[in-house]
Nanobody
Framework: VQLEESGGGLVQPGGSLRLSCAAS????????MGWYRQAPGNQRELVAT???????NYADSVKGRFTISRENAKNTVFLQMNSLKPEDTAVYYC????????????????WGQGTQVTVSS
């Protein structure tokens, strides 16, 4: 199973970016999918998660500015980021709770390689 992020880049304060993450490989089902971020010198922190049923959870710092969504048929999760601030600068990581095989009930956590988001004038 692989998770591949795209959509990062450099944006001015107040701007917008849309991140995408596609899961591929041996996938029977996906429970939740989410986004985390890690700024230099900081621990990795939760940004937002979404369940297979569409229930969402956001960090307080991004509520009202970021929107997580998901396209289940394509095993893809998105993060629409608006009103970006310099403090949003970080490497953004996608993660997912995936059941790879129909013959096993086990789920595993997978991570993408990360995509850089830089908010600067």
């Amino acid at each position: 199973v692989q998770l591949e992020e795209s959509g990062g880049g450099l944006v001015q304060p107040g701007g917008s970016l849309r991140l995408s993450c596609a899961a591929s490989g041996s996938i029977f089902s996906i429970n939740y999918m989410g986004w985390y971020r890690q700024a230099p010198g900081n621990q990795r922190e939760l940004v937002a998660t979404i369940t297979s049923g569409g229930n969402t959870n956001y960090a307080d710092s991004v509520k009202g500015r970021f929107t997580i969504s998901r396209e289940n048929a394509k095993n893809t999760v998105f993060l629409q980021m608006n009103s970006l601030k310099p403090e949003d600068t970080a490497v953004y990581y996608c993660n997912a709770d995936i059941r790879p095989h129909s013959m096993s009930l086990r789920f595993y956590i997978y991570w993408g390689q990360g995509t850089q988001v830089t908010v600067s004038s």
